[in-house]
């Protein structure tokens, strides 16, 4: 027996295909924020190098203030591990860029 789909079930559909569209169109607009938001804080990142006078110095205690500070302002729905988890890898990939050397200009 072959099922016919109603027409409010098909409009139903096609709404949540256009709202799934709408959705996905936003989470991209977010993604170009971020990438752009994470190479703000890259170049930061480098100027805080040059700032040391081009050495690169580790400072667990600033990396440990960073991640005591997003978190304390996290209202989720993220928890406070995903955030520690998310920042700790962009601290390392901005402390990678540190190493790299710097071209005279």
């Known amino acids: 027996m072959r099922r016919v789909l ?9 709404e949540d295909t ?5 959705l996905r169109a ?4 977010v993604d ?3 990438t752009a938001l994470l190479n703000e804080r ?12 081009n050495t690169t110095v580790y400072r667990p205690e600033r990396e440990a ?3 005591e500070h997003v978190t304390s302002v996290n209202n989720g729905p993220l ?7 998310l920042f700790h890898s962009i601290i390392y990939v901005c402390r990678a860029i540190q190493d790299v050397e710097l071209k005279e200009r």
């Open 18 to 22: 256009n709202k799934l569209a709408e």
């Open 6 to 14: 109603r027409t409010t079930c098909y409009h139903d559909l096609m």
């Open 65 to 67: 203030a960073v991640i």
């Open 79 to 85: 928890s406070d591990e995903a955030i520690k988890t």
């Open 32 to 34: 170009e924020r971020i």
């Open 42 to 53: 890259a170049t930061l990142a480098l100027r805080v190098r040059i700032a040391k006078g």
């Open 26 to 29: 936003q989470i991209d607009a």
